[in-house]
């Protein structure tokens, strides 16, 4: 069958800058992350190289500020960068957004002092961070965690275990909501607990149904002490803060979800334009050529509406209820898109000859992290019609 090769997604860019970023990054993810996605997601291999090189090249710290060794760069583009490495290799780009997640709670609520201290290193000096919020009882209800942080001194002792932790057992840092208070949102605090602190472990990686080179792990905090320095924010801000990073973060799924959907589209047009049957290319006939105008109607709907909420972000302005919708949307077209992949395919849409059943496979999840698609339903709807009576 011929080969048919993708188009380039057409991305209006704010600055010169923007597009010279984007030359690096597709270069990167053709010689560095596409060839042997396929091969190391089979074996459930972890790129720590291509993190590394990522961090090298300035990517891991884009939408925050280059005093600290960040990139200075507005959040529509940071999220298009996203969909550009996760279209190539989902568990570099969900990974590059979860590290974004763990530095945000200290790049926006930590001291000057913190910032100088710690944030180089995150943004810019080869370290990778986990995001410590869902535990084994507390995933949706997050208020309700129970991990605890008891004062000592100057220091603070934080024992429990969260769950669902990405990068867990491998970061070299962790962003921990724990209880250091009375019951609900206000008795929680935030700290930043170095990889390897005494007492920090983790269980075996989650056997997951996709992302497989992508570890998840429950991480344990068996008497973890740290110091009162490395508190972020104030006692009792920390539900706060967990918050508003992810406000920020699912539009980081979203934008994960929009470059798994095109990367399924291409694939499902490449095979159709060469696949032939009754004389003549699949893609020639109307109920396929349909099912190819849906998919790309879908995804550029979801494109426009992550970059609406990312737009709104970058003036300042509420972006919340726009952030859920983005997260809902984005992530059920994913899954959608995918399916119909898969469909286009045929039999060998379901074969792993083929990456169409990967993108299925990987989609899934992007329903659930972040705030699974039910809890952002209720946020919108609090959004437009208040909160729930009780």
């Given at each position: 069958?011929?080969?048919?090769a ?5 991305r209006?860019l ?8 984007f030359?690096l ?7 560095e ?9 089979d074996a459930?291999?972890?790129p720590?190289e291509?993190?590394?090189l ?5 990517l891991?710290g ?7 060794g ?6 529509e ?5 996203l969909?550009?490495l996760a279209?190539?290799?989902l568990?570099?780009?969900l990974g590059v957004?979860?590290h ?6 200290l ?8 910032r100088?201290e710690?944030?180089?290193?995150m943004?810019g ?15 949706s209800?997050?208020a309700?965690l129970r991990?605890?942080?008891v004062r ?11 769950a669902?932790?990405?990068h867990?057992?491998?970061a070299?840092?962790?962003?921990v909501l724990a209880?250091?208070?009375g019951?609900?949102a206000?008795g929680?605090?935030a700290?930043l607990v170095p ?6 472990s983790?269980a ?13 792990a429950q ?6 002490r740290?110091?009162d320095?490395r508190?972020i924010?104030?006692e009792?801000?920390?539900f706060a803060?967990?918050l508003?990073a992810?406000d920020s973060g699912?539009?980081?799924i979203?934008a994960?979800a929009?470059g798994?959907a095109?990367?399924a ?9 060469g696949?032939?049957q009754f ?6 006939f ?5 099912m190819l105008a849906d998919m790309?109607?879908?995804i550029e709907a979801g494109r426009?509406?992550?970059l609406?909420a990312?737009r709104?972000?970058?003036?300042g302005?509420p ?5 859920a919708?983005a997260?809902l949307?984005c992530?059920d077209?994913?899954m ?6 898969v469909q286009?395919?045929g039999?060998y849409g379901?074969t792993?000859d083929f990456p ?7 989609a899934?999840?992007l ?8 809890i952002q339903r209720m946020?919108?709807?609090r959004h ?5 009576r009780?």
């Open positions: 069958m011929p080969d048919r993708p188009q380039p997604v057409d209006q704010p600055t010169d800058e923007a597009r010279d970023l030359s990054v597709r270069e990167l993810v053709q010689r992350i596409a060839p042997s996605a396929a091969e190391e997601e459930g291999r972890f720590r291509t993190f590394s990522l961090s090298e090249s300035g891991l884009l939408p925050y500020d280059s005093d600290f960040g990139g200075d760069q507005p959040y583009v940071y999220l298009q960068v969909e550009e279209a190539a290799r568990t570099v780009g957004s979860v974004s997640l763990a530095c945000h709670a790049a926006n609520f930590g001291s000057k002092e913190q100088a710690h944030l180089p290193a943004l000096g080869g370290l990778l961070g986990a995001y410590c919020l869902s535990e084994p009882s507390s995933g209800d997050a309700s991990t605890k942080a000592e001194g100057d220091d603070w002792v934080i024992t429990g275990t969260k669902w932790i990405t867990g057992g491998i070299d840092f962790y962003t209880r250091s208070g019951e609900g206000r929680i605090t700290f990889g390897d602190a005494e007492g920090l983790a075996a990686p989650e056997k997951k149904m996709g992302m497989k080179g992508s570890p998840t991480v344990h905090f068996d008497g973890v740290v110091s320095a508190r924010g104030d009792g801000q920390g803060i967990a508003s992810l699912r539009l980081g979203a994960c929009i798994v095109q990367a589209l291409d694939e499902a047009v490449a095979y159709a334009t696949r032939e004389g003549r290319p699949i893609a020639d109307q109920g396929l050529r349909f790309a109607t879908q426009a509406l992550y609406t990312a709104l972000r970058d003036a302005r972006f919340s209820k726009q952030a919708m997260k949307m992530t077209t994913a959608k898109v995918t399916t119909d992949a286009v395919l039999g379901y792993a169409a059943e990967r993108y299925m496979r990987e899934k999840v329903q659930i992290v972040e705030g699974t698609n039910q946020v919108i709807a437009l019609a208040g909160p729930e009780r």
